[in-house]
Structures are given as C-alpha cells and as structure tokens.
C-alpha cells in the first residue's frame, strides 16, 4: 500500500509537474501574446497620433496660407480705397483749381473790360483834343 500510495505521489507529483510546466509555459505564451498585442497597439497608436499630428499641421498650414490670403485681400482692399480716397481729393483739388481758374479769367476779363473802357475814354478824349486843336 505504502507503495501504491508512494507511486500515486510519484504519478501526482509528476502530473503536478507537468502541469505547472503547461501552466508556465500558457503563462509565457499570454504574456509573449500580450506583449505582442501591447507593441502592436503602441505601433498602431503611434501612426495614429503621427496622422492626426499631419492632419493638425495641415490644418495649421491652412489656417495659416487663410490668414495670409486674408491679409492680402485686405492689403489689397485698404490699398484701393487709398487710391479712390487720393483720386476724389485730386478731382476735388482740380475742381476747386478750375473754380479758381475762372474767377481769376473773370477778374482779368473785367480788368480788361475796364481799361478797354478806360482806353477808349481815353480815345474819345484825345479825338476831343484833337478836334478842339484843330
């Protein structure tokens, strides 16, 4: 009997072995499996993050060449009104040089006029002269 038992410790002891060495050796494949699965999502989030991290730098370049065409336009639109603002001085400048243009020929028309008449006074006057030393 003691024998029988001594082999069943031997049988048990043995299957008990071989069963922590199935155990370890599951273990090691779970954790080489895990491993694996870690690795593979570390692999697979870091080409996520690297794709959203293109994603956000084209968006930021876009954001970038917007604010820049923004600019342009508004350059280009302060720009213009300059021009138009320049351009309505200039045609209120020559406007007011033309106003000044014609009082100043009405002032030497008159000034004409007057020493026209006085000229011709003055005609009248020396023909009276004329005609009283003749």
Request: proline content about 0%; aromatic content about 2%; hydrophobic content about 40%.
């Amino acid at each position: 009997m003691e024998e029988a038992a001594s082999e069943a410790a031997e049988i048990l002891d043995a299957r008990l072995k071989e069963s922590g060495n199935d155990f370890r050796y599951q273990l090691q494949q779970h954790e080489e499996k895990a491993a694996a699965d870690l690795q593979q999502a570390r692999d697979e989030a870091e080409d996520h993050l690297e794709e959203q991290l293109g994603f956000a730098r084209e968006q930021r370049q876009a954001a970038i060449d917007d604010a820049r065409a923004k600019a342009a336009d508004e350059r280009r639109s302060a720009v213009e009104a300059l021009r138009k603002q320049a351009a309505r001085e200039q045609e209120q400048a020559m406007e007011e040089l033309r106003d000044e243009s014609e009082k100043l020929l009405g002032s030497i028309e008159i000034a004409m006029n007057k020493l026209r008449e006085e000229r011709d006074l003055l005609d009248e006057d020396l023909a009276e002269m004329r005609a009283q030393v003749q």
